[in-house]
C-alpha cells in the first residue's frame, strides 16, 4: 500500500506570492491533517479535514487555507507569503476523523525568500 | 486540551550506550499516547502507541516506552543505542476528539 504522498517536496517563493501544497493520503484513509514544522515553533497543527469538510482548526491566520476533495486528497493554500511561514508543511492521513493512528508524508519544505 | 513537555531538547549518548528520553503530559480526559521519529529531511514515522491495556508497549526495534498515569509520562527507551538511531524523537498526545499534540523534540545523537 502506497504511502502518504505530498508535492512538491521542496519549494521556493518570493513574499508576497501565493502557495498551493498537495497531499494524497493512503488508500482508504478519509482523514487528512496538516501541520507545520519549524526549528523555533516545533510541530504546529494547522487544520483537519474529514469528508471534504474541515472539522478541526489551529491557530494560524486566514491566509492559511485547505480543502479536501471527494477522493480525499487535500490541498493547502498559503496567500500573501511571508519569510516566516518557510517551513516543512507535513500532512498525515487516517482512517477517519481523530482516531489514532496518523500517517505521515515525507513532507513539503517552503522556502520564502 | 492536551500539552506534551519533552523534558531534554537534545541527548548525545556512545553507541551501545542505554538511552531513555522523557515526555511528560498533561491532559484533562483519557488519552493515547505515541512517539515518532524523524530522520534528516523525512517525514514522521509512527515508533510505538500505547491505545490501552499493557502500559510497556515496544517497537520492533528494540525501543520502549511505559505510560506512567500517575506521573502523566511516557518515556522512552533503549538499552542499547545504534548510530542509526540518531535522529528527533517527538513525543504526541491525543485525547478524544482532539487534534494530535507533539512536544518540541528530542535530537538524539548517538556517537562511535
Known amino acids: 500500500k502506497a504511502g502518504v504522498t505530498q508535492t512538491p517536496r521542496y519549494l521556493i517563493k518570493t513574499r508576497g506570492q501565493q502557495v498551493t501544497l498537495s497531499c494524497s493520503p493512503i488508500?482508504?484513509?478519509?482523514?487528512v491533517s496538516w501541520y507545520q514544522q519549524t526549528p523555533g515553533q516545533g510541530l504546529q497543527f494547522l487544520f483537519e479535514y474529514f469528508s471534504e469538510t474541515q472539522r478541526n482548526k489551529g491557530n494560524f491566520p486566514g491566509r492559511f487555507s485547505g480543502r479536501q476533495f471527494s477522493n480525499s486528497r487535500s490541498e493547502m493554500n498559503v496567500s500573501t507569503l511571508e519569510l516566516g511561514d518557510s517551513a516543512l508543511y507535513l500532512c498525515?492521513?487516517?482512517?477517519?476523523?481523530?482516531?489514532?493512528?496518523?500517517?505521515f508524508g515525507q513532507g513539503t519544505r517552503l522556502t520564502v525568500v | 486540551a492536551q500539552s506534551v513537555t519533552q523534558l531534554d531538547s537534545q541527548v548525545p549518548v556512545f553507541e551501545e550506550a542505554p538511552v531513555e528520553l522523557r515526555c511528560n503530559y498533561s491532559s484533562s480526559v483519557s488519552v493515547y499516547l505515541f512517539w515518532y521519529v524523524q530522520y534528516p529531511n523525512q517525514g514522521l514515522q509512527l515508533l510505538l502507541k500505547y491505545l490501552s491495556g499493557s502500559t510497556l508497549v515496544e517497537s520492533i526495534n528494540g525501543f520502549e516506552a511505559e505510560f506512567n498515569k500517575s506521573q502523566t509520562s511516557f518515556h522512552l527507551r533503549k538499552p542499547s543505542v545504534h548510530i542509526s538511531d540518531t535522529a528527533e524523537y517527538f513525543c504526541a498526545v491525543q485525547g478524544g476528539s482532539e487534534k494530535l499534540v507533539f512536544g518540541k523534540g528530542t535530537k538524539l545523537t548517538v556517537n562511535p
Open positions: 488508500s482508504g484513509h478519509r482523514s
Open positions: 498525515a492521513s487516517s482512517l477517519a476523523l481523530s482516531t489514532w493512528g496518523k500517517f
